[in-house]
C-alpha cells in the first residue's frame, strides 16, 4: 500500500507537472528533479522516493539515505548541500594567536574533532515548504530523553508550519468557521454607544430566525457607526437604520422576514428589546428598545432580547434633545 501511494506520486510527477498549481507573474512554472554533488565531487546527491540517496558514485554504491522517514509523505525533488566547515584565513588567525604556532596546532586539532556542521536543504513535490536536514536527529535525540513522548507532538516542535495558506486551504478554514459560527448560539450582546454600553439577555431559543438575524448584522459589522435615528421621551429609543432616518435597512438574508410571536415575551417592562417594522412580517434590521411598558406592541412587535445591564445610558440617550422627526439633535 505504502509503495503504491509513492508509486502514485511518481506517475504525477511528469515534465507538465505544475509548481502549485499557479502561474507566476503569467508564466506556468514546473517542478522538475534536480542533482548535487558535495564539495569534493565524489558524492552525488539524488532525490528519490525512498529520500535523498547519498551515492559515491566511483563505486556506484549508496552510502546513506537522507529523510528515509519523510520520504513517506514526501517526495523530495531538489536539492542543496551547504557545507559547514569554514574556510580558515590561516594568516588572519596566526596574527589573533599573538603569532602562537602551538595555539594554531591546538585549535586545527579541535577543528578535526568536530563533526562538519553541514546542512542540506530540499524541496518536494506539490509542497511550498523547504526542508532541512543536519547531523542533528530532533525525533531521534528527544525520543532518547523521553522515551514515552508521543512522536507526534516531537514533529509538531519539529516542524515550523508558517508558509502562506493555498486558496483551498483558505476555503477550507472559511468553511470550517461558518460552520462553528452556525453551530454557537449567541445568548447575550454588548450595544457600544457614545454614552456607554448596554447589555442585552438574547432569547436565542424562543426567537432563533430574529436572532440569526441580529446576531449576523452584528458579525458582519451591519450595525457599525449606525446611530439612533428615532427617540422619544417616556417611549423607548430606536435603530439599526443604516441610513440613519428610519427609511434603510434589511435582514441578512435581503429584504424581510417574518414576526415571531412568543406569547411569554411580551411588551411589559421597560428596557425590552424588540424588532421595529412597518406592518406584519417586514423586519429587516432596525429594533428598539423600551423606555416603558408598551403592551400595545405586543402581538406586532418581536420580542428578542431584555437589558440586563445599562439602562442609565438607555435613560440618558432617551433624554436627549430632538428635532420635530424625533431625531436627535446630536449625533
Same mark, same amino acid.
Given at each position: 500500500l505504502e509503495y503504491g501511494k509513492r508509486a502514485a506520486t511518481e506517475r504525477e510527477m511528469t515534465h507538465e507537472s505544475p509548481i502549485f498549481g499557479e502561474k507566476q507573474e503569467g508564466v506556468q512554472l514546473y517542478q522538475s528533479i534536480s542533482l548535487a554533488f558535495d564539495s569534493t565531487g565524489r558524492f552525488l546527491l539524488v532525490p528519490s522516493m525512498v529520500g535523498i540517496k547519498v551515492i559515491e558514485w566511483s563505486r556506484h554504491k549508496v552510502v546513506k539515505i537522507v529523510g528515509k522517514l519523510d520520504a513517506s509523505v514526501l517526495r523530495f525533488v531538489n536539492v542543496c548541500l551547504c557545507e559547514g566547515d569554514a574556510k580558515i584565513n590561516q594568516q588572519m588567525q596566526l596574527a589573533r594567536m599573538a603569532g602562537s604556532q602551538a595555539a594554531m596546532n591546538h585549535e586545527e586539532k579541535a577543528a578535526e574533532g568536530r563533526k562538519s556542521d553541514? %546542512? %542540506?536543504?530540499? %524541496?518536494?513535490?506539490?509542497? =511550498? =515548504? *523547504?526542508?532541512? *536536514?543536519?547531523h542533528k536527529d530532533p525525533l531521534k535525540d528527544d525520543e532518547e530523553e523521553n522515551d514515552n513522548q508521543n512522536t507526534n507532538d516531537l514533529v509538531a516542535r519539529r516542524d515550523i508550519l508558517n508558509e502562506p495558506p493555498t486558496a483551498e486551504d483558505r476555503l477550507l478554514d472559511t468553511t470550517s468557521s461558518q460552520k462553528d459560527d452556525k453551530n454557537k448560539v449567541a445568548t447575550e450582546a454588548v450595544l457600544r454607544t457614545s454614552m456607554g454600553d448596554i447589555h442585552f439577555k438574547l432569547f436565542s431559543?424562543?426567537?432563533? #430566525?430574529?436572532?440569526?438575524n441580529f446576531v449576523g448584522h452584528a458579525r458582519n459589522g451591519y450595525y457599525d457607526n449606525v446611530i439612533f435615528h428615532r427617540v422619544i421621551k417616556g417611549f423607548m429609543i430606536q435603530t439599526g437604520d443604516p441610513l440613519g432616518d428610519g427609511t434603510g435597512g434589511e435582514s441578512i438574508w435581503g429584504g424581510e422576514f417574518e414576526d415571531e410571536f412568543v406569547r411569554?415575551? #411580551?411588551?411589559?417592562r421597560p428596557f425590552t428589546v424588540s424588532m421595529a417594522n412597518a406592518g406584519p412580517n417586514t423586519n429587516g434590521s432596525q429594533f428598539f428598545i423600551t423606555c416603558c411598558p408598551t403592551p400595545w406592541l405586543d402581538q406586532k412587535h418581536t420580542v428578542f432580547g431584555r437589558v440586563t445591564k445599562g439602562m442609565d445610558v438607555c435613560t440618558e440617550i432617551e433624554r436627549v434633545e430632538t428635532d420635530r422627526h424625533d431625531k436627535p439633535l446630536n449625533e
Open positions: 553541514a %546542512l %542540506l536543504i530540499a %524541496l518536494a513535490f506539490q509542497k =511550498r =515548504r *523547504f526542508y532541512v *536536514f543536519s431559543k424562543e426567537v432563533p #430566525r430574529t436572532i440569526e411569554e415575551l #411580551r411588551h411589559d
